[in-house]
């Protein structure tokens, strides 16, 4: 079985496993206890947070731990949003992942937010000439994702902060899926916040992190004990932070090399799959993308059926959003690019780790063609 699935999750390495273990069992301690077993695991606790800040190029006292993505997602949005006096105005676009878009509709519901989503053009990018036009002088957040999960399409995130700065208002990305293959230099992207997930580099389920830039408020989303200075509350996931941590410097360590592999395999398998499926189509930008996703869709077809066919010949993939799969919807990215909604239905995702071989991934453009013929026949 070859995995192409790594959008939706990842194993977790042996390194972070290990990395874990100490903190399950004899270093079990909670980080507030004021004894021996609590002071340990403070810093443990410390430890993973100046790496991931290491990773981030920002300071430890910028970056707190959450349960993952859709919580640091939540907690930038809502929490910075509601903490920001100068109105009650946000932006997005209509491609974020559902923690952002529905943590925008949860602000829009109950606290009488006014919401911008920008457009995207036909490859999923937004143009700074539209967020230039959608500032208001009550926009208090714009966020605005690094990489899209389904298209893997590679927002021009650095140029859209400066545009949000020049009118004073904080940017917040979602990097999530470009974790492990595009740089996270928060200082290089200009961002203000920023949204990593452990379990898409090699961490558990249930760890992630948001970076928050210096003294911007933000209104707590979990309330309670206090911990991560206020900002989450909630005993802190000891062993989940050091497996992000170890996650993390091992990104770090390899990403160029991973990422240059990845994307020359990528082409080749794009190119492959093109040649050999009549009628297929990337979707996504050609050149701003992610290394290691390529997204189609096989007109014809119905996505799931390819997905089917693809299990059968041995090739796992996705047909919808890592997090929507099993919804019955056509994907809310396809259709903000543009592609009709029986199109949208033919997608298929393929993303991958960098512990994919080119050679591996070579073997699959033929099992596509297969099952995508095979669809095709039985569909006419
Ligand atoms: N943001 C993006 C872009 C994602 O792809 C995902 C998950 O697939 C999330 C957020 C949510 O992350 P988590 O699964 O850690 O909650």
């Not at 033919?346 to 993303?351: G, I, L, P």
């Given at each position: 079985m070859i995995y192409l699935d790594a959008a939706a999750t990842s194993a977790v390495r042996r390194e972070v496993l290990e990395a874990m273990w100490p903190y399950l069992t004899g270093?079990?301690?909670?980080?507030?206890?004021?004894h021996a077993v609590g002071e340990s695991a403070a810093r443990a606790l410390a430890d993973a947070r100046a790496s991931v800040a290491a990773w981030l190029g920002c300071?430890?006292?910028e970056v707190t731990f959450t349960s993952g993505g859709t919580e640091a997602d939540n907690l930038a949005v809502k929490g910075i949003a509601l903490a920001n006096p100068r109105g009650r105005h946000i932006i997005t676009t209509p491609i974020e992942h559902e923690a952002v878009l529905e943590s925008v509709d949860y602000l829009v519901r109950h606290h009488g937010f006014e919401a911008t989503a920008l457009p995207v053009d036909g490859d999923g990018l937004v143009s700074p000439r539209d967020l230039a036009a959608a500032?208001?002088?009550?926009?208090?957040l714009v966020s605005v994702m690094?990489?899209?999960?389904?298209?893997g399409t590679v927002q021009p995130v650095a140029e859209l902060a400066e545009i949000a700065h020049a009118h004073g208002i904080p940017f917040h990305t979602d990097a999530v899926q470009a974790a492990?293959?595009?740089?996270?230099?928060v200082a290089a992207l200009g961002v203000d916040a920023l949204s990593v997930s452990g379990h898409k580099i090699g961490a558990p389920k249930g760890i992630g992190a948001l970076y928050v830039r210096g003294r911007i408020p933000v209104e707590p989303v979990l309330h309670g004990g206090g911990q991560e200075r206020g900002r989450r509350s909630g005993t802190e996931n000891v062993a989940g932070a050091a497996a992000l941590a170890t996650a993390a410097r091992l990104a770090l360590d390899a990403r160029e090399t991973n990422a240059r592999v990845a994307a020359e395999a990528r082409n080749a398998f794009v190119g492959a799959v093109l040649a050999a499926v009549p009628g297929a189509e990337l979707t996504g930008h050609p050149e701003s993308r992610l290394p290691a996703t390529a997204s189609f869709v096989f007109p014809g077809t119905n996505g799931e059926t390819v997905l089917l066919e693809l299990e059968r010949r041995g090739v796992v993939s996705s047909s919808g959003s890592a997090c929507a799969a099993g919804s019955e919807d056509a994907s809310h990215v396809l259709l903000a690019l543009g592609y009709p909604e029986d199109v949208a239905r033919t997608a298929v995702r393929f993303s991958w780790g960098p512990e994919v071989s080119t050679t591996q991934l070579e073997s699959v453009a033929p099992a596509v063609a297969e099952a995508v013929r095979e669809v095709a026949g039985l569909a006419h």
């Amino acid at each position: 079985m070859i995995y192409l699935d790594a959008a939706a999750t990842s194993a977790v390495r042996r390194e972070v496993l290990e990395a874990m273990w100490p903190y399950l069992t004899g270093d079990f301690g909670n980080p507030s206890s004021h004894h021996a077993v609590g002071e340990s695991a403070a810093r443990a606790l410390a430890d993973a947070r100046a790496s991931v800040a290491a990773w981030l190029g920002c300071r430890a006292s910028e970056v707190t731990f959450t349960s993952g993505g859709t919580e640091a997602d939540n907690l930038a949005v809502k929490g910075i949003a509601l903490a920001n006096p100068r109105g009650r105005h946000i932006i997005t676009t209509p491609i974020e992942h559902e923690a952002v878009l529905e943590s925008v509709d949860y602000l829009v519901r109950h606290h009488g937010f006014e919401a911008t989503a920008l457009p995207v053009d036909g490859d999923g990018l937004v143009s700074p000439r539209d967020l230039a036009a959608a500032v208001r002088p009550d926009t208090t957040l714009v966020s605005v994702m690094l990489a899209n999960n389904e298209v893997g399409t590679v927002q021009p995130v650095a140029e859209l902060a400066e545009i949000a700065h020049a009118h004073g208002i904080p940017f917040h990305t979602d990097a999530v899926q470009a974790a492990g293959w595009l740089d996270l230099n928060v200082a290089a992207l200009g961002v203000d916040a920023l949204s990593v997930s452990g379990h898409k580099i090699g961490a558990p389920k249930g760890i992630g992190a948001l970076y928050v830039r210096g003294r911007i408020p933000v209104e707590p989303v979990l309330h309670g004990g206090g911990q991560e200075r206020g900002r989450r509350s909630g005993t802190e996931n000891v062993a989940g932070a050091a497996a992000l941590a170890t996650a993390a410097r091992l990104a770090l360590d390899a990403r160029e090399t991973n990422a240059r592999v990845a994307a020359e395999a990528r082409n080749a398998f794009v190119g492959a799959v093109l040649a050999a499926v009549p009628g297929a189509e990337l979707t996504g930008h050609p050149e701003s993308r992610l290394p290691a996703t390529a997204s189609f869709v096989f007109p014809g077809t119905n996505g799931e059926t390819v997905l089917l066919e693809l299990e059968r010949r041995g090739v796992v993939s996705s047909s919808g959003s890592a997090c929507a799969a099993g919804s019955e919807d056509a994907s809310h990215v396809l259709l903000a690019l543009g592609y009709p909604e029986d199109v949208a239905r033919t997608a298929v995702r393929f993303s991958w780790g960098p512990e994919v071989s080119t050679t591996q991934l070579e073997s699959v453009a033929p099992a596509v063609a297969e099952a995508v013929r095979e669809v095709a026949g039985l569909a006419h």
